[in-house]
């Protein structure tokens, strides 16, 4: 059984960092592209940045160019995103999917499977 497990989040003050982890288990992680989507109360989820099956291309939203960084240790099954300059509209339940042979952009509706999600909240 496929399995995505998404940890690092938690409590950060605004100007922070965190780093988000999400470990595969049971399939071939280098044929599968990575994202990261968020989902805060009340919105939408949201496309915050992926990468390609080949981790040669990666994806950002708008709203986090620049602030976050998505890399992938194919050797850990791990896929990672490093959140810097974090800011209070961050605040959201961060889910990791996967997509097999997809592009950096993904869709969430064509992810083939997801994580359990990990909070992240920016506070003072």
């Known amino acids: 059984q496929v399995q995505l497990v998404e940890s690092g989040g938690g409590l950060v003050q605004p100007g922070g960092s965190l780093r988000l982890s999400c470990a595969a288990s049971e399939l071939t992680f280098s044929n599968y592209a990575l994202g990261w989507f968020r989902q805060a109360p009340g919105k939408e989820r949201e496309f915050v940045a992926g990468?390609?099956?080949?981790?040669?291309?990666?994806s950002y939203g708008d709203s986090v160019k620049g602030r976050f960084t998505i890399f992938r240790d194919n050797a850990k099954n791990t896929v990672y995103l490093q959140m810097n300059s974090l800011k209070p509209e961050d605040t959201a339940v961060y889910y990791c999917?996967?997509?097999?042979?997809?592009?950096?952009?993904?869709?969430?509706?064509?992810?083939?499977?997801w994580g359990q999600g990990t909070q992240v909240t920016v506070s003072a």
């Open positions: 999917a996967a997509k097999s042979y997809g592009s950096s952009r993904l869709r969430a509706k064509e992810c083939d499977y």
């Open positions: 990468i390609s099956w080949r981790g040669t291309i990666t």
